[in-house]
C-alpha cells in the first residue's frame, strides 16, 4: 500500500513539474510577443502570437493567456483603447496599465468597460511575465525533481 502512495505522489510530482515547465516555456514565449509589440506595433505581435500559440502544447491556463492576449490586440487594432495605445508606445505597459486601471475604476465607458479591463488583465500578466523574466531565462529546470536520500 505504502508503494502505491509513493507511486502516486512521484507521478503527481513529475505531473507539476511538466507543468510548470509548459507555463515557463508559455511566458518566454509570451514575453518575445511584448518585445515585438513594443517595437513594432500590434499587427506584428499579432503574427507572432499566432506563431507561439503554435509552438504551446495544449494547458488550460497558458491557453487563457494567450485568448486575453489576443483579445487585447484585437481591441487595439481597431483603435478602441487610443490612449492606452499611446500611452504604451511612448512608456510601456507600467504607465499603460495605470490608464486601463483608472478607466476600469471610473467606470468612464461603459459600453468599453470590458475591453479595459481585459486590457488591464493582459497588461497584469505582462508585469508578471517582466517579473518572472529572469527565472525564466535561466538553464533549463530538471525534468525530474532530484530525491533525496
Not at 491556463?61 to 485568448?67: D, E
Not at 525530474?144 to 536520500?149: D, G, L, R, Y
Amino acid at each position: 500500500m505504502e508503494e502505491q502512495t509513493k507511486s502516486n505522489a512521484k507521478k503527481s510530482e513529475k505531473r507539476l513539474a511538466q507543468e510548470a515547465e509548459k507555463m515557463r516555456k508559455g511566458r518566454i514565449l509570451l514575453r518575445k510577443v511584448d518585445g515585438i509589440l513594443k517595437s513594432r506595433g500590434s499587427e506584428a505581435a499579432l503574427k507572432a502570437l499566432m506563431k507561439a500559440r503554435l509552438q504551446m502544447p495544449n494547458n488550460s491556463i497558458v491557453g487563457s493567456w494567450f485568448k486575453g492576449y489576443r483579445d487585447m490586440l484585437d481591441a487595439w487594432q481597431y483603435r478602441m483603447m487610443p490612449d492606452v495605445i499611446a500611452e504604451f508606445q511612448k512608456f510601456g505597459f507600467r504607465r499603460a496599465r495605470t490608464i486601463a486601471a483608472n478607466y476600469v475604476i471610473r467606470k468612464v465607458n461603459r459600453n468599453k468597460l470590458h475591453f479595459y479591463s481585459m486590457c488591464l488583465q493582459t497588461l497584469d500578466e505582462m508585469s508578471e511575465r517582466s517579473r518572472l523574466a529572469i527565472s525564466d531565462q535561466e538553464s533549463e529546470l530538471p525534468e525530474t525533481i532530484p530525491n533525496t536520500v
